[in-house]
């Protein structure tokens, strides 16, 4: 029996570094890695490029060691940041303990003194019962040996693709409380975990602890892949028409879902000897070509090897890589041996399972100790080629913005924080808040939209909703919002000459009203003179001082008309305004309809619900009205001047807009403008405009929708577009989007979790960032979202029988969990 400190390879850990007692430097970093699915083949491939270039500045003798952990995790509710909302929390229990698989990663870059004993699986230091220092550590080798990490740690970070953290003596060694990295890997110990020692056994298998541990390599030539590359195609999210890129290494990754540990060597040793020594391999083979065709096809292969190593000036370096995967349970260890198999298949490489040399291989994992690695267990390769064995991405990564909504982790679920508004601006990636979501009908367009708005409501911004179809009613209720809907019995009405205390008849006040009075005077193609313009600019004035001096006149269209009448007809007479210049007559008779009496005389009258300033969640659903060719677009143009009125005196207040297919009546050629000039302003004031539309006709044929909203919206969202995919270069080449984000669009809901029910969603900002995440949501919030007849039918009927719609959501998604 041997104690683990006479065998520990380690001297000590100074000045952040590992010295080992064969006078060896290392040298951690933690590394932050790109978020798996979100590279395009240019970027794997610029990518790759980049290790290359930062491996070839270390020195000669030197170790690259690269460790990524995979271990099963889970999500941990956190009730308190959910505070009082009643979705909130649903949504916390619903995602409580979640599993996942947390990634971290690690680099170690250890340098060799001159003359160190090569090692191999029959001389490790595990198996000597002492280890004695080769030589005294240089201060001027340690000097130099550090601005090579330098070098290489400013390459990686200037490519923008990988972050890197020098691991300082506490995360090396740990602390009392916190293990370092050699403790974990000892120990095999999540991150954060509070330290546990654990019997470590070598003895035919790999134990330590509880965990039964098997050790995969990729060792030897005949195991390795014919061909290997920066990227492979992910059949899983592939078309016909387009191919989804993953890491050539990445089903040993991420997309291996078990614990493990993928450890990548890279040894830089002399490459005069190396070549020297395989020219002798080489000779040696034509001398014995002659007996065996095996020894003939080994010669031509070395002699290639040799011929590509000089002509091209690439450097040949020994590689190796193993994954090490554990269980808790003996009886998942099959499992695990599947899954490995698997995994090495889809890179077109064969597993071989380590029985003799695993003690060996798995004590040179031990960060600082892999100067120590059993050579006999690696191959002669290229840099080129053995980078692409390199593990090069991450999971999914929370945004650290204070404001965003919760989407989820496109493998796991896992709910993840998202910052589409603010941070992009910040990052200069975006110039605005606007957004353009393009969904067929079932895609789950009204679930994400609902999911958002909610959000922004719940985190203090003011969200007006122009709706058609009803898809709103449950979340309003829910925060006792403000729903306007129309009715026979019950149409709607506002009253845009209404001003509530303290409110001034200012510019943009009247610029609306005006803009309110020509759409209904003017057709679509019909153009109004300036000395119409003028006149009604007049009129506003006089009115509004007509009100002040008479307390007793109630400001509506019907007392505006009736100044019109007879007032201000004095006005004009006495100023001698002729006919040709404003006609009078005609604009009362074309807006007589408005009028007390008219046909539409409740639109433009309304005695409540005056003050809209202050309510926070206000919702306009116009499904009744939608084909209705006087009041869809007056009505909308109306609510437009009440989402101004908050854009321009609510200051420091966050400010949604979100337009369903109401954006239709604005969008003619009357209201071009008018569009244009909401979407480019609403960013001044701490707003965003939404625009949501379903049909692909639309965003196509419309040229107002391409200039006023898609050219104004940084931040677009599609939904499931496997509908259109024959004909998506035109949506492509509508909205802008690159090769990668096209193959982003087409993958979404390709292979999602039977076991689970949710839709993906696809979201580009500034044309360079791009994800597609889960829109996964609780049972409470999915009743409350829900535009299926049946489902809204059955919650509105428990909000009445148990007094609020809150208590009705609570009662029916309980009965459905216990079904």
């Known amino acids: 029996m041997k104690e683990a400190r006479d065998l520990l390879p380690i001297y000590n850990i100074e000045h952040n570094c590992i010295l080992s007692r ?11 890695l790109p978020e798996i699915f979100t590279l395009s083949d240019r970027d794997y491939e610029a990518y790759h490029q980049i290790w290359i270039k930062a491996i070839k500045l270390l020195p000669q003798h030197s170790v690259f060691h690269k460790q990524d952990w995979f271990v099963s995790g889970n ?14 929390r649903s949504s916390e229990r619903f995602f409580n303990e979640r599993e996942c698989l947390d990634h971290s990663c690690y680099i170690f870059l250890t340098k060799k003194p001159t003359g160190r004993k090569i090692s191999s699986s029959a001389y490790s230091n595990i198996l000597r019962k002492s280890v004695v220092p080769a030589q005294t550590i240089s201060p001027i080798l340690y000097s130099d040996y550090l601005d090579s990490v330098g070098q290489f740690e400013r390459i990686l970070t200037d490519s923008g693709f990988v972050g890197l953290h020098r691991l300082n003596d506490d995360e090396l060694a740990g602390t009392a409380n916190s293990p370092g990295v050699l403790e974990r890997y000892c120990f095999l110990l999540k991150e954060g975990q509070a330290s546990v020692i654990r019997d470590i056994h070598l003895c035919e298998e790999i134990k330590i602890g509880d965990k039964h541990c098997e050790l995969y390599t990729l060792s030897d030539v005949e195991d390795l892949p014919p061909l290997c590359g920066s990227r492979i195609n992910y059949d899983k999210y592939s078309t016909d028409r387009t191919k989804f890129s993953v890491g ?71 590689a190796h890589f193993n994954v090490l995967a554990w269980s808790d349970e003996r009886d998942k260890v099959k499992d695990l041996r599947n899954m490995v198999s698997s995994a090495m298949a889809q890179m077109d490489a064969v597993a071989k399972q380590e029985t003799d040399g695993q003690a060996q291989i798995w004590f040179a994992g031990l960060p600082g100790n892999e100067a120590d690695f059993p050579m006999n267990d690696t ?22 913005s204070p404001f965003g909504i919760r989407l989820g982790d496109r493998l796991s679920g896992r709910p993840i924080h998202v910052d589409i508004s603010d941070e992009p601006i910040s990052m200069g990636i975006a110039t605005n808040r606007n957004k353009f979501i393009l969904g ?18 719940e985190q203090g911004a003011h969200v007006v909703l122009v709706d058609v179809g009803h898809s709103y009613k449950g979340l309003c209720d829910l925060v006792n919002g403000y729903y306007f809907t129309y009715s026979e019995e019950c149409p709607i009405a506002f009253n845009p000459f209404f001003l509530a205390d303290g409110d001034l008849l200012d510019t943009e006040k009247k610029e609306s009203i005006k803009t309110l009075l020509l759409a209904l005077w003017k057709k679509d193609d019909e153009n109004f003179r300036r000395s119409e313009y003028v006149a009604l600019s007049n009129a506003l004035t006089l009115y509004f001082e007509h009100l002040e001096s008479r307390s007793d006149i109630f400001p509506c269209f019907n007392t505006f008309y009736e100044f019109l009448q007879t007032e201000y007809q004095d006005v004009l007479s006495d100023s001698k305004v002729k006919e040709k210049d404003f006609d009078m007559g005609n604009f009362l008779y074309v807006l007589n309809p ?26 306009f659903e116009l499904d ?22 908050k854009m321009r005196k609510l200051k420091g207040i966050r400010k949604v807009i979100l337009l369903e297919e109401a954006w239709k009546a604005i969008a003619k050629e009357g209201m071009a403008e008018y569009i244009k000039y909401l979407f480019k ?112 039918v059955q919650v509105n009927e428990y909000a009445r029988k148990y007094g609020s719609i809150q208590k009705g959501i609570a009662v029916l998604a309980q009965e459905i969990r216990t079904r």
């Open 248 to 318: 050539f290494a990445s089903p040993l990754g991420q997309l291996l879902p078990c614990n493990h540990i993928l450890n990548q060597y890279v040894f830089i040793g002399d490459s005069s000897l190396t070549l020297k020594r395989l020219e002798a391999k080489k000779l040696r083979l034509q001398s014995l070509s002659g007996y065996s065709r095996e020894n003939a096809i080994s010669r031509d292969a070395v002699n290639d090897f040799l011929n590509e190593a000089i002509a091209s000036g690439k450097l040949p370096v020994k």
């Open 440 to 457: 067929p009908s079932g895609s789950g367009k009204s679930f994400f939209t609902n999911h958002m708005v909610r959000s922004y409501y």
């Open 594 to 619: 408005y009028y007390r009496g008219g046909e539409f005389d409740y639109l433009l009258n309304a005695t409540e619900n005056l003050d809209l300033l202050s309510e926070r969640f206000i919702v």
């Open 379 to 400: 191959f002669d390769t290229f840099l080129e080629q053995a980078t692409c064995f390199f593990n090069l991405e991450s999971n999914y990564r929370s945004s650290v």
């Open 22 to 32: 064969q006078g060896d430097i290392t040298v951690g970093f933690k590394v932050t």
């Open 75 to 88: 999500y941990k509710a956190d009730f308190r940041s959910a505070g009082d909302s009643f979705l909130s």
């Open 624 to 645: 009744q009205v939608k084909d209705h060719p006087i009041l869809f677009p007056v009505i909308t143009l109306i609510i437009m001047e009440v989402f101004i009125s």
């Open 681 to 792: 302003t609403v960013r001044k004031h701490f707003g965003e405009a939404i625009v949501v539309t379903q049909e692909v006709e639309d965003i196509i044929s419309s040229p107002i929708v391409k200039q006023a909203i898609i050219n104004n919206s940084d931040c677009k969202i599609l939904l499931d577009q496997s509908k259109y995919q024959n004909k998506f270069d035109q949506i492509q080449k509508m909205l802008g989007l690159t090769d990668k984000e096209k193959a982003q669009v087409l993958s979404m809901n390709k292979a999602n979790d039977q076991k689970r029910k949710y839709k993906e969603v696809f979201i580009s900002i500034g044309g360079q960032s791009s994800k597609v995440y889960r829109t996964e949501v609780s049972l409470e919030e999915y009743l409350a979202y829900t535009t299926e007849e049946r489902e809204k």
